[in-house]
């Protein structure tokens, strides 16, 4: 893949405040577009920025309301438009059941739509990446999820090959492609595999090894933080996580950046970057619309893009503001 964008369509928690809508994060994955949660409001919320796609796949990490309350819509808005592309939403056990007691919102589509119940280590296997669960500790069923990008070809050492005396030009793609050229093979002039990007999205959850464990080495780990610790004790009876804690799973798990997510409108942002910070440095609050870019590791660390509405919101979309 070249392309790895997470989006922020919704950054709240549990109610949405004049500034940040119900939990939705949209992944962009070269050409595909795989939305993790689908919060009130998340299809207008895209409208608003980077447009409506026509969504590859949908993830609900749990069925508390404000992480699935609008997909019944946007599943009408994809038939209203004409959508033909088969559509798989998953989720954790019962996901069938609640969204079949809600399908007359939807009523008939005329694309096949899919709901798969998936269980703990279960992974969907995508065009060079796939997405993993993982259980997490929330009440009732709740998952995590994890964009693992296939190993990569080791890179190609130009100088080693033409010390072997492999001239220039087709020999070199014919090597890289996995042939031997004039009795230089390969494994002379490649190196080991690399590994992929991995993006690690907690859902809702108290700290847990779960997210500890997934997340070790992680590229991205997309963290909730719906408390700071003056509530911890909070925290810890509705199983969400306070910033501090969030930041120590980070720092367990190595991850080269942190993104907070699901606040809630009673803390500054400043406030739980901050308190973040005291444990872990690479960290950062994601307002609505903006984007972490995500690169392999030697083209540079993932960064945050700010929301730039001008250039952002399609045509399309913008004649529906």
Known sequence: MDEVELFFAGTGGSAPSARRALPALLARLDGDRVLFDCGEGTQRQLLRSVG???????FLTHHHADHWLGLPGMLKT??????????DVFGPPGTGRLLGAMSGVWGRVG???AIVELEPGDAIEFDGYEVECFNVRHRGRAFGYAIAEDERPGR????AARALGVPPGPAFGRLQAGE??????PDQVIGPPRPGRRIVLSGDTAPCEMVRTAARGADVLVHEATFLEEDAQRAALTEHSTARQAAQVAADAGVRLLALSHLSSRYPPSRVRD?????FEPVVVPRDFEAIDVPHVEKGEPRLVPWDRAARVPEAASELL
């Open 52 to 58: 409506l796609a026509d969504l590859d796949a949908v």
């Open 78 to 87: 994809f038939d209203l438009r004409g959508r033909e592309k088969p559509l």
């Open 275 to 279: 308190e973040a910070r005291v444990v």
């Open 156 to 159: 190609f050492d130009v100088d």
């Open 111 to 113: 694309y096949e739509l």
């Open 180 to 185: 031997t050229v004039d009795g230089v093979s």
